[in-house]
């Protein structure tokens, strides 16, 4: 059930919005994936919390739509598509390539919007303000490209072994790697809003150094959590991983439901104040 003036966009589906939810968890797939990724958590999550996986162009229902090359026009566009959609308190969720575009576009609303998450999870990513990279994939020759997509792991072998499903992927795999690769940070000022980022213990994509420099992109708290697994630990380590993120959101939705009770009191006492005047 749709709840709290939601409407349904190709960004965001209508399906299983919760109702009783008193905040929003937006959710960012990595280079390749789609919103089907997160499709298990509202069921893992209080029902105070609604869902929200966000629908990239040239994936799962957007197929046939062209995806994006730069970073900076995608946040842009998902800026202004996801600001009607923030009429609570909301959280930016991203892993990997999604937490980088989660950050651009907590920049974006603060700059074009005047809106804030009330906090930031990056997963699996390296900070934005990285080295330039050395060696590009977007680019690559096919062949080697796929050589590279089997080398990070992510993709199942029998999806990898399908060259006519790969032929059809391989625009949109190769348009992420280029929003990653052709990225440059240009926020000079830091966020607001808390960070956590979550890596894993055998990453050897991430190093602990580079997970640990995101406490330079806010001036709210920061905290940093890893857990057992590789690049993609979020797949096995998905219950202790929701565990730690409703740690972070359940005082925040304790915090709204008693500025609720509170509004409802003051309204009903005033309520009562005009009754004894009349």
């Not at 609604?50 to 162009?57: F, I, M």
């Not at 890893?226 to 915090?255: C, K, N, V, W």
Request: charged fraction near 20%; hydrophobic fraction near 40%; proline fraction near 7%.
């Amino acid at each position: 059930m749709a709840g709290h003036g939601w409407v349904s966009s190709v960004w965001f589906p209508s399906a299983n919005r919760k109702s009783t939810a008193k905040m929003r968890l937006f959710c960012f797939p990595y280079a390749g994936g789609n919103s089907s990724i997160f499709s298990a958590w509202p069921k893992y999550l209080s029902d105070s919390v609604d869902v929200c996986p966000v629908n990239l162009p040239g994936r799962g229902a957007r197929f046939h739509e062209k995806a994006f090359t730069q970073l900076a026009p995608l946040a842009r566009e998902l800026a202004a598509a996801i600001a009607p959609r923030l009429d609570m308190p909301f959280a930016f969720f991203g892993h990997s390539l999604g937490g980088l575009l989660a950050f651009e576009l907590a920049h974006e609303l603060r700059t074009g919007h005047r809106m804030m998450p009330f906090c930031l999870f990056v997963s699996g990513c390296r900070t934005p303000r990285r080295d330039v990279p050395k060696r590009t994939l977007h680019d690559l020759p096919e062949d080697e490209f796929l050589t590279e997509i089997k080398r990070i792991g992510g993709t199942p072998e029998d999806v990898i072994n399908n060259r006519e499903l790969m032929s059809m992927m391989l625009p949109t795999l190769r348009a992420d790697f280029s929003l990653w690769e052709t990225y440059r940070c240009m926020r000079s000022e830091p966020l607001t809003c808390p960070i956590v980022a979550f890596g894993g213990l055998q990453d050897s994509r991430v190093s602990y150094e580079q997970l640990e420099s995101w406490h330079e992109e806010t001036s709210g708290q920061f905290s940093l959590h890893l857990f057992p697994g590789d690049h993609f630990f979020l797949h096995a380590q998905t219950m202790p991983l929701l565990a730690m993120i409703a740690r972070y959101l359940e005082p925040q939705a304790h915090s709204m439901a008693l500025h609720m009770s509170l509004s409802a009191a003051r309204h009903h006492q005033n309520g009562a104040q005009d009754c004894d005047l009349f």
